[in-house]
């Protein structure tokens, strides 16, 4: 994918990396692609290396983006969103929800501590397992909640919450 950022008409501008190294594994440098196409193949597919692709969009088309994101890619491992404004975060957790299995919020999206932070992935990423959770458990059942008082009900309040 990275030689095809650099031919002219790609639809994509290398910024910054782009080198690997052969010589003992496969290693590639640090990358960072501009996208002009919200489409192109680095937004759609699921890359396993240090390439970030970037798509500018109009800041007054944000939840038009969100759509796009939400659709572009059958992949949803990890996703991020970084905002200072409360409602940009809020619309961003609520439209991406299936877009991402593990998601973070003003922080760095490079994966879950496994054993101490749920991880698993969404859609064709991964098998949606929470590795390291209970969580996991949520594969093979279908959870509900179910609340038994033990005090005759007398009066439509709470008992533990009334005045002593």
Do not use: H
Not at 94 to 99: G, I, Q, V
Request: glycine share 8%; net charge neutral; hydrophobic share 35%.
């Amino acid at each position: 994918y990275i030689k095809d950022v650099r031919k002219r008409n790609s639809g994509a501008k290398l910024w910054v990396g782009g080198g690997c190294d052969k010589t003992n594994g496969y290693f590639i440098e640090p990358t960072i692609i501009e996208a002009s196409d919200p489409k192109y193949v680095t937004m759609c597919e699921e890359l396993f290396g240090p390439v970030l692709t970037v798509y500018v969009y109009d800041e007054n088309k944000y939840e038009e983006t969100l759509k796009l994101v939400d659709s572009t890619s059958s992949y949803a491992l990890t996703g991020a969103v970084l905002a200072q404004d409360r409602y940009a975060v809020e619309v961003a957790v609520n439209r991406l929800r299936n877009s991402a299995g593990n998601f973070y919020i003003n922080d760095k999206p490079t994966g879950a501590v496994v054993g101490q932070q749920p991880f698993g992935g969404a859609r064709a990423s991964g098998t949606n397992d929470k590795a390291g959770s209970a969580l996991n458990l949520y594969r093979w059942l279908s959870a509900r909640t179910i609340k038994e008082t033990f005090d005759s009900p007398t009066d439509y309040r709470y008992a533990f919450l009334q005045e002593k």
